[in-house]
């Protein structure tokens, strides 16, 4: 039993003549039977295609087919013979010119440009399509235009020969001194350019130097903060043993008050206020209770170290270190500055939130716009509080001679001041801060006397 094949068999190719068989020398398009390399890989991307059935499939179907046909429509095929027909063109030339015959000179001069602009007009194109653009070659047809019409406007509408006409009439001698005025115009006109040059490269060179000056201030505090970082971490080596507790030799309270010395002296008020916090916070500037054979602080027995305000010693005494500092807009919250010397130091806009300004010597220091909220500056009660004194000894309990000095210092627009703070500063201010102690000083006795 034979099964028949549904499949119709493939029409065998007719023969065509051999005319049609023979390709032009300069073919633009590839012929429709040739099997070309990319022809063949279109055809089988058509075929993988078309097996898909899809509305989708089918639209890039006929984009594919568009696109390959006018891609090998642009392509120049130059077959061997038009190359041969090239070179015996040239030849033929050079033989004309050594045998002087001009007939076969003018006839091969002919055929290699004829020859030649065919094999390079493809390439041309290209390359005019690659280099300009459709708005470019627009814009120079249209150029040239316009000067064919300007050419053709004064040769053909007696422009040309009327501007002629106009020129002989002019007195050139006159135009002579009329030149000079406008070469004058023109040096004047350049040498206003050349002051507005100057100015645009002072401004540039502003420019340049404004981000330069930023770009060092960015840079001087990368480096104080590398400053402030050693210090930390030595000053901590230094005072802590390897259990983690305050050594108390004199010789390292000495060494750690001496960097704390001398990196006042080379950072800003920024710097400073760091310093402070971190010494405070540490307790190296409270005076702690002390073993007095031994000289080490004390436990309080509630996970710190012992005060001891009348006789403790401190790991690091600011001493006069910050007289005459500039501290202004600082943060120093809960810092114990107490019995340093602040004299004439400008703490103004600084934040003292909790501070210990106890013993501190704060004459002529401006606290302008400070925020003075719970600072303390004394201890014991309000009335016997008085400030500090060179001959005697404070007393904790009543306060005596526990205040801070703050004689002829500026409280101007303090922020947030109790009202014992304020009776405090009244009392012993003096007469010239009294007037600057915001609520005023009226009925608060003075008694410092002047």
Same mark, same amino acid.
């Given at each position: ?317 600011? $001493?006069?270190? %910050?007289?005459? +500092?500039? /501290? @202004?807009? *600082?943060? =120093?919250?809960?810092?114990? #500055?107490?019995? !340093?010397? &602040? ?5 103004? $806009?600084?934040? %003292?939130?909790? +501070?210990? /300004? @106890?013993? *501190?010597? =704060?004459?002529?220091?401006? #606290?302008?716009? !400070?925020? &003075? ?8 009660? %309000?009335?016997? +509080? ?65």
């Amino acid at each position: 039993m034979t099964i028949e094949s549904n499949s119709s068999h493939p029409p065998k190719p007719e023969l065509k003549p051999e005319q049609d068989l023979q390709p032009d020398d300069f073919d633009n398009d590839a012929r429709e039977n040739g099997l070309t390399a990319e022809g063949l890989a279109a055809q089988q991307a058509l075929a993988a295609i078309s097996s898909l059935q899809s509305p989708q499939h089918t639209n890039a179907l006929k984009r594919s087919t568009s696109s390959f046909k006018e891609h090998s429509s642009n392509q120049l095929l130059v077959k061997p013979r038009a190359l041969i027909f090239t070179l015996l063109a040239i030849a033929l030339t050079f033989i004309a010119i050594f045998i002087n015959n001009s007939f076969l000179g003018i006839l091969g001069t002919i055929a290699t440009l004829v020859l030649s602009i065919a094999m390079l007009l493809p390439w041309l194109q290209d390359a005019i399509k690659e280099w300009f653009s459709p708005q470019d070659r627009t814009l120079l047809l249209a150029f040239m235009g316009l000067i064919v019409g300007i050419i053709g406007l004064f040769r053909f509408a007696g422009i040309g020969d009327s501007l002629l006409r106009w020129g002989k009439k002019i007195n050139w001698e006159a135009s002579g001194t009329l030149a000079e005025w406008f070469g004058a115009l023109g040096q004047i006109f350049i040498a206003v350019i050349a002051v507005y040059v100057a100015w645009r490269q002072y401004v540039i060179s502003k420019d340049l130097t404004i981000q330069q000056n930023l770009l060092t201030v960015q840079q001087n505090i990368i480096t104080q903060q590398q400053t402030i970082d050693s210090y930390f971490q030595g000053v901590s080596d230094l005072v802590l043993d390897e259990e983690g507790l305050l050594e108390d030799w004199p010789q390292e309270r000495a060494i750690a008050e001496g960097r704390t010395a001398a990196i006042f002296s080379s950072v800003d008020g920024s710097g400073k206020a760091k310093i402070l916090r971190f010494l405070s916070r540490s307790k190296l500037l409270t005076p702690l209770k002390r073993d007095r054979r031994l000289g080490r602080a004390i436990l309080d027995g509630i996970g710190g170290y012992a005060e001891d305000r009348l006789e403790g010693v401190r790991v690091i005494d600011l $001493g006069v270190m %910050l007289a005459g +500092a500039d /501290l @202004s807009q *600082t943060d =120093l919250r809960w810092t114990d #500055l107490s019995e !340093a010397n &602040l004299v004439r130091a400008n703490l103004s $806009g600084c934040d %003292l939130v909790k +501070a210990n /300004l @106890s013993r *501190t010597i =704060l004459y002529d220091a401006n #606290l302008s716009n !400070a925020d &003075l909220n719970a600072v303390r500056l004394f201890y014991g009660s %309000l009335e016997k +509080a008085s400030p500090r004194s060179r001959t005697k000894a404070p007393d904790y309990e009543t306060g005596e001679h526990t205040g801070a000095v703050v004689e002829n210092a500026d409280f101007t627009n303090v922020q947030r001041m109790s009202e014992s703070t304020r009776y405090y500063c009244c009392t012993w201010c003096g007469e010239k801060t009294r007037g600057t102690i915001p609520g005023g000083c009226e009925g608060i006795p003075n008694k410092l006397g002047r």
